[in-house]
Antibody, heavy 125, light 108 residues
Framework: QVQLVQPGAEVKKPGASVKISCKAS????????VHWVRQAPGQGLEWMGL????????TLAQKFQGRVILTTDTSTNTVEMELSSLTNEDTAVYFC??????????????????WGQGTTVTVSS | DIQMTQSPSSLSVSVGDTVTITCQAS??????LSWYQQKSGRAPKLLIY???TLETGVPSRFSGSGSGTDFTFTITSLQPEDVATYYC??????????FGQGTRLDIQ
């Protein structure tokens, strides 16, 4: 079945970087954008950016430009999100999610139909 | 960036009730609006896209309507398993995709 698998948790110190993986299976990996969304404790959802696994093109929310790098590895059907210069405010659950639209059919739809289980990132000294 | 104002922020209702949540965009977003359900400790789940299209496998008691700036999400005949937080999301103002603040739904 279609799924996105993420690691469970990461603990980092302020100023460090974190890299989170998202391994896709059950569908044509290069046909669908992958989004990253985060959720701070008790808060709402915040869109961070997306990557086109075919070619690696990215679009980032302005807030994260210069601090987030998205990469893709088509040999392992994996995308990764690296967030640098961590502060306590980056403590959150980070989700990867698949765009609903296939680039081979309708094109991207900027709606997310399949989600990973989330990675809890704790930033603490 | 387009701002999404979602209301109410929370509500407590009874099984069998009809629930209505609204989402207002700060500018015209056509029908580029989706609704998600997030249960405690879980990832969000897509319920509705393009303002009114039900995602495959989602029960028909969920529905959406609206276009332009004003949107409505409705649950008819509320079930106990519908306890969750619901979010709207716009995708007209790319590259900025934004979510509403969420509506927490409880059973009283």
């Amino acid at each position: 079945q279609v799924q996105l698998v993420q690691p469970g948790a990461e603990v980092k110190k302020p100023g460090a970087s974190v890299k989170i993986s998202c391994k896709a299976s059950g569908y044509s990996f290069t046909h669908y954008f992958v989004h990253w969304v985060r959720q701070a404790p008790g808060q709402g959802l915040e869109w961070m950016g997306l990557i086109n696994p075919s070619g690696g093109g990215t679009t980032l929310a302005q807030k994260f430009q210069g601090r987030v790098i998205l990469t893709t590895d088509t040999s392992t059907n994996t995308v990764e999100m690296e967030l640098s210069s961590l502060t306590n405010e980056d403590t959150a659950v980070y989700f990867c999610s698949r765009d609903r639209g296939s680039m081979a059919e309708t094109g991207a739809r900027y709606t997310m139909d399949v989600w990973g289980q989330g990675t809890t990132v704790t930033v603490s000294s | 960036d387009i701002q999404m104002t979602q209301s109410p922020s929370s509500l407590s209702v009874s099984v069998g009730d009809t629930v209505t949540i609204t989402c207002q965009a700060s500018q015209d977003i056509s029908n580029y609006l989706s609704w998600y359900q997030q249960k405690s400790g879980r990832a969000p789940k897509l319920l509705i896209y393009d303002a009114s299209t039900l995602e495959t496998g989602v029960p028909s008691r969920f529905s959406g309507s609206g276009s332009g700036t004003d949107f409505t999400f409705t649950i008819t005949s509320l079930q106990p398993e519908d306890v969750a937080t619901y979010y709207c999301q716009q995708f007209n103002d790319l590259p900025s995709i934004t979510f509403g603040q969420g509506t927490r739904l409880d059973i009283q």
